[in-house]
């Protein structure tokens, strides 16, 4: 078979899967495409490595030295300091802050456990992750970068009543876990807390629909969404093509999963 007959075959195929009112070939396209996608942002991360080495080259936490791998999802917008960048401003305020105390709830391997102790010399930092993987990647990252960082597994909720008293700034990604950890018999332990909040999908019910709601009785609350990134890449990607560029910036998301950002009330 002729290059031009593949090439015919293959847009006939491709076409076929958003053609077909099976969502069978339209899924198995999406997955394809993700597959293809992580494979190519794999390949950047390398390229990216070999060039500049794992020092982060932007951003809040510019300057850490990284790790050559995560515990999960995305590596490149880490390394190049884009990473959830829809947050920066609002992290920064907190650091200007000094809250007494950093909860980082679903802390994987500590960017920012880490990243705010280097940040925060002065404030007493505890990354919380039930996956051993993820909590030995935190201690190398902490010996990394010379800080002291608490690593902890499972997050019980009756840990915030230890810092009576104190300033906390409490961080928290757990997949959809925050509808099971926070609920209206205990939100009232956080009411003193500045609590950042990734918010995601739950038996079919995104918490977008639960969390807010939880959180209004005792603090201001505001809903960031991920938008279009505006970036500096350094010069080994900036010359590529226009996708490799777009993939650079590719969190591997794949449905909307916007931040709660819940501010205590001032009485």
């Known amino acids: 078979m002729t290059t031009q007959k593949i090439n015919i075959s293959l847009k006939e195929t491709v076409k076929s899967f958003f053609e077909n009112d099976d969502n069978f070939y339209v899924d198995n396209a999406n997955q394809a495409l993700r597959f293809l996608a992580k494979y190519r942002s794999a390949l950047l991360a390398n390229t990216f490595k070999e060039r500049y080495g794992t020092k982060i080259f932007s951003g809040p936490f510019q300057g850490m030295e990284f790790l050559d791998e995560v515990s999960e999802g995305c590596y490149l917008p880490k390394l190049l300091g884009i990473y959830e960048s829809e947050i920066h401003n609002y992290v ?123 959180f209004e009785q005792y603090h201001d609350v505001d809903i960031i969404y991920q938008n279009g990134k505006n970036f500096s890449v350094p010069e080994v990607i900036h010359k590529i093509s226009h996708l490799d560029i777009l993939l650079a910036a590719w969190e591997w998301r794949s449905y909307p999963t916007p931040w709660l950002l819940a501010h205590k009330k001032s009485y």
């Open 92 to 214: 920064l305020s907190m650091v200007e802050k000094k809250p007494d105390i950093f909860i980082n709830i679903g802390s994987a391997e500590g960017y920012y456990s880490v990243g705010l102790k280097r940040l925060l010399p002065d404030t007493e930092v505890f990354a919380f992750d039930s996956n051993p993987d993820a909590q030995k990647k935190c201690k190398i990252l902490s010996e990394k970068n010379s800080v002291n960082v608490s690593i902890e597994g499972e997050f019980d909720v009756d840990f915030i009543k230890e810092f009576s008293g104190k300033s906390i700034f409490l961080m928290c990604d757990i997949e959809g876990f925050e509808s099971e950890l926070f609920n209206e018999n205990n939100i009232g332990l956080f009411k003193d807390c500045d609590i950042f909040m990734e918010l995601h999908m739950y038996n079919d019910i995104h918490n977008i629909e639960v969390m807010p709601k939880l």
